[in-house]
């Protein structure tokens, strides 16, 4: 099978190389295309991967490219992780944010719009060229905003796009583990899971039948055994009867979070394009590319969400897994390829119907009750040779199906943005944020992001 990679000069796309040599994985892709607008970036990832310690014999073959149709022509497979302006454009939407008093963060509130407003475009660039030049490929995206990115692609690509982020699955296995019963991989019997890309709950664990997270919530010890108990404390996730995804941290804990970014020396992207700046010119034809590689990957990965921990906490080691959207996505392509025995169970972003039926469970028009059948949500799915179904999940409580629906009318804004070239839309999406809230703000926002991407001028004038 040929598998391109949209955004090859990625950071991360030796976790998938990586993941593709060995394991479950092993065989399923005989050509690795890298595709990107970076011509550089491509040949320092080619050489980590070519310097990366596999089995012999293990290896699919690496094609880069800078032509996209070069690069999707005979691809049944293609992955998209881009992101239009790089980590400098990363610093840009966290600063105007943060210089404005509100939350400055990759994909949560005012820098997640602006950084929509740049990637959908060229993710619909991506789409149509997929229509030319391999019409029968899927795509799997983990573009961030990835639900957002995702939504905006259906109506080009309908069930062949999928969003995927390894954020909710990782946080089923984590619950699961500490409640003493660990889910097989592929497997999410009993799990209620609802939300949107990044703002999601976990509201049942029952692989055997009985509701283990009552239990989990009532444990101190099982608790801090987890990143998200850490994060959120006991004594709130007992009040929400619930586990919220990692990134809810944002909306919780809002003046909390943005105070602790501000007193950081740099921001996030500050931090890794300091740290990409120096590592890429280095990795070009280097017999040591992948340890200097690797070096860097657990630095990056100690540093998430580091506004959440004290000054000089560490992550715990059992977070530094090294990622997992990768085998996220790898587990969606071997199912879509029919090589997987029987459905494959999984956390992904969908459109919220047509609904998979499940056994016990009356018949749903949608997967998410109270949220609109073509808003894409995130959700448990069945991945077939057939694409990925939602499964059933109960009417979200209150407090949680009224962020959602606040949050996705901002999303439906962001996208009009882009596919009207309205600007008043974009304004409406920063002012409507819940984590923004002001038409005076939403406006400061808008105009601070225009004076960093003349792109998002272009855009209005276009149209």
């Known amino acids: 099978m040929r598998l391109m990679i949209a955004g090859g000069g990625g950071f991360r796309v030796p976790l998938v190389y990586r993941a593709l040599c060995s394991g479950p994985f092993a065989g399923l892709v005989d ?24 089995p012999e014999g293990s290896r699919p073959a690496v094609v880069i490219s800078t032509d996209l149709g070069q690069a999707l022509a005979g691809t049944r497979m293609v992955f998209a992780a881009i992101r239009p302006g790089g980590t400098a454009g990363r610093m840009i939407d966290e600063r105007v944010a943060l210089d404005l008093g509100v939350l400055g963060q990759e994909t949560t509130g005012a820098g997640g719009i602006s950084y929509a ?11 149509e060229a997929m229509r030319v030049h391999c019409p029968d490929a899927w795509l799997i995206n983990f573009t961030n905003p990835a639900g957002m990115v995702t939504e905006a692609l259906v109506p080009v690509l309908g069930k062949r796009v999928i969003g995927i982020c390894d954020s909710a699955g990782g946080l089923v296995k984590r619950a ?26 976990l509201y049942r664990l029952a692989p055997a039948g009985t509701d283990l997270l009552p239990g989990l919530l009532s444990s101190h010890d099982a608790l801090a055994s987890m ?21 809810l941290y944002y909306y919780y804990e809002t003046h909390h979070a943005t105070q602790a970014i501000r007193r950081q020396s740099e921001t996030r992207g500050a931090s890794i394009h300091g740290q990409q700046a120096a590592l890429y010119p280095g990795l070009a ?26 000054e000089g906490e560490q992550r715990d080691e059992s977070d530094l897994a090294g990622g997992g959207y990768e085998r996220v996505a790898l587990a969606v392509m071997r199912a879509l390829s029919g090589s997987s025995s029987g459905a494959t169970e999984l956390i992904l972003n969908v459109p919220n119907s047509p609904v998979a039926a499940v056994a016990g469970v009356a018949t749903a028009k949608v997967a998410v009750p109270g949220l609109p059948a073509d808003a894409v949500v995130e959700v448990p799915c069945q991945v077939t040779s057939d694409g990925a179904l939602p499964l059933a999940q109960d009417r979200p409580g209150g407090q949680f199906l009224t962020l959602m629906r606040h949050v996705k009318e901002v999303e439906r804004l962001t996208i009009q943005a ?20 002001s038409a005076d703000l939403g406006r400061q926002l808008l105009e601070g992001y225009e004076d960093g991407f003349p792109e998002l001028v272009q855009l209005w004038v276009e149209h």
């Open 418 to 437: 882009v596919r009207e070239g309205s600007r008043e839309a974009a304004l409406q999406a920063f002012a409507a944020h819940p984590l923004v809230g």
């Open 176 to 201: 699961a583990a500490a409640a003493g019963t660990p889910l097989p991989d592929g497997r999410l019997d009993g799990v209620g899971y609802y939300g949107l890309n990044h703002l999601g709950w």
């Open 31 to 54: 050509e690795l295309v890298l595709y990107d607008v970076d011509a550089s970036r491509l040949v320092a990832i080619e050489s980590v991967l070519a310097a990366m310690p596999v």
């Open 117 to 127: 407003l740049r990637s959908i475009p060229r993710m619909l660039e991506l789409a």
């Open 227 to 247: 990143e998200e108990g850490r994060l959120f404390g006991q004594h709130m996730l007992e009040l929400l009867g619930c586990l919220p995804n990692e990134y």
């Open 285 to 310: 034809g280097s017999a040591d590319a992948y340890a200097r590689w690797d070096a860097a990957r657990l630095s990056r990965e100690e540093g998430y969400l580091a506004e959440s921990r004290e």
